[in-house]
């Protein structure tokens, strides 16, 4: 009697087929999107201004052509709220969870290969820990949504204030910058709000901290008993954090147009806000195009580093920021090794993340002059947008609605490589390693 022959379990996962899956999700996104019923005004929405809105939502990234709040109705609305939940959890997280809910199992190369894009370090226990991920960031998005809607409950309809909250809870916590206030002003009315500025900021932080760290914090409690990796996310993270709030205060303090006009605690809250939102949130409390240009400047610097590996943010990850840092630090003080807390870097790790970071710097660099030559506006906001794009967070100068059909097909790839790239990267050089190794002859470089 003959037997049908399966294929080996977890063959379909692969670095190509997560590109391929993040593609045919946009698209498949767009085509809902570009439908009459998604549009307030009954027509049916171009499908370049679709398929931006739809990467932008896979990418959680935020960047808007049309305003979510009111060019989509709330069928529209919900599509692109689903869109940023896969997309947030990762495609080949959401990917494994169907698969677990079809009965399918997933072979060891596919266990492999999505360990490194959630953080896992170990293949074992892979499963459980993403139905224990999938479970942390519903209770996360539940308890956003509760605290939301208490909130908008006293200004808002009880039908209008439960979709506010659900969708604005998802959205913050996904780190995806969406909102449906209208008019594109993002928290700008809800600015001098602590209930609402603090329960987003919440939510971005803890999406952008990654469920593995957060983990082993909750395990070990003690900062000596943590991974060096969850060490790295804490330090790098909590001095960013710190040192943007003290620069959002000093920088526009004055500043007539951003928080000239709050009183102190306000001012506060509003640079806290903003020195987290660009560790790739998107959403704002004051006008990003009114920032003193400086500000921009350090913004961007910020944008670039973005979250934790594994997280919902984006970014070259304060992870591959940290390594870096340390590797800087060891060479300057004549170590052999890249070190930190007392333990040393694998070899191949450093090697990754310059790869990761020079990749990215040079296809920003790319975007960039793109975009300078495509659209007419000053080279600053150009760059802000590319590296926001790039780096998935969603903050804008102003200048998206106005691009052109060229310079938004430019930010759709740059949004779709800055989401995937250096994730991609950083598989397929896993992947090369374990081809046969062998060594050259060493000869010296000057160097300075």
């Given at each position: ?13 692969s ?7 993040f ?7 767009a ?13 049916k929405?171009?499908?370049l201004?679709?398929?931006?809105t ?7 990234t935020?960047?808007v ?32 969870l169907?698969?677990?809910a079809f ?7 596919g ?5 490194e894009?959630?953080?896992?370090t ?5 499963v459980s ?5 999938a479970l ?10 509760i605290v ?11 039908n ?8 604005h809870?998802?959205?913050a ?5 969406f909102?449906?206030y209208?008019d ?9 709000d ?14 952008g901290?990654?469920?593995v760290?957060l ?27 710190i040192a943007?709030?003290l620069?959002?205060?000093v ?8 928080m000239g006009?709050?009183?102190?605690s ?23 195009g009114?920032?003193?240009s ?5 913004t ?14 984006g970014?070259?990850?304060?992870n ?10 060891s060479?300057l ?6 070190e ?6 694998n070899?191949d ?14 296809f920003?660099?790319?975007v ?6 495509t ?5 600053l906001?150009v760059?802000?947008?590319a ?12 200048i ?11 930010l ?9 790239g250096?994730?991609?990267v ?13 060594s ?9």
């Open positions: 009697m003959l037997r049908a022959v399966r294929p080996p379990q977890g063959q379909t996962l670095p190509r087929g997560l590109l391929y899956a593609a045919a999700l946009i698209l498949a996104g085509v809902l999107l570009s439908l009459p019923a998604c549009a307030s005004d009954g027509a929405t171009g499908f201004d679709a398929l931006f739809s990467a932008s939502a896979v990418c959680v935020g960047l052509v049309v305003d979510t709040g009111t060019h989509w109705t709330p069928l529209g609305q919900a599509v692109v709220l689903l869109l940023i939940q896969v997309g947030g959890f990762g495609f080949m997280t959401s990917a494994t169907l698969l677990l009965g399918r199992r997933i072979g060891l190369r266990r492999l290969l999505i360990g894009t959630i953080g896992a170990h293949p074992g226990g892979l820990l993403i139905r224990r991920m942390f960031a519903l209770l996360a998005e539940v308890i956003g949504a939301l809607f208490l909130r908008y409950a006293g200004s808002l309809g009880a209008r204030s439960a979709w506010f909250a659900v969708f809870s998802v959205s916590f996904n780190n995806a910058g909102d449906i209208g594109f002003v993002s928290l700008g009315r809800q600015a001098k602590p209930v609402i500025v603090l329960t987003i900021l919440a939510l971005l932080v803890v999406g901290l990654s469920y760290a983990a082993n914090v909750a395990s070990q409690r003690r900062f000596s008993r943590l991974t060096l990796d969850t060490r790295i996310v804490l330090t790098i993270s909590g001095v960013l954090l943007g709030t620069v959002y205060l920088a526009e303090w004055a500043n007539p147009d951003t006009g709050f009183s102190f306000q001012k506060l809250m509003c640079a806290l806000f903003q020195s987290a939102t660009p560790r790739t949130a998107g959403f704002t409390t004051v006008n990003v009114s920032l003193h400086y500000t921009l400047l350090f961007m610097f910020l944008m670039f580093v973005g979250g934790a590996a594994g997280s919902t943010a970014g070259i990850k304060v591959t920021f940290g390594l870096l840092v340390a590797t800087v630090v060479t003080r004549g170590r052999q090794q890249a930190a807390f007392g333990r040393r870097f070899t790790h450093v090697f990754r993340a310059l790869a990761v970071a020079l990749i990215a710097l040079t920003l660099g790319i960039i002059l793109l975009l300078s030559y659209e007419e506006t000053d080279t906001s760059a802000f947008e590296v926001s794009a790039f780096a998935t967070v969603g903050l804008s100068t102003g998206t609605p106005g691009l052109s059909e060229v310079g938004r097909a430019i759709i790839v740059t949004m779709f490589v800055g989401r995937l250096p994730l991609y950083a598989l397929a050089l896993v992947q090369r390693q374990r081809s046969k190794e062998y050259y002859p060493v000869e010296s470089v000057r160097i300075g």
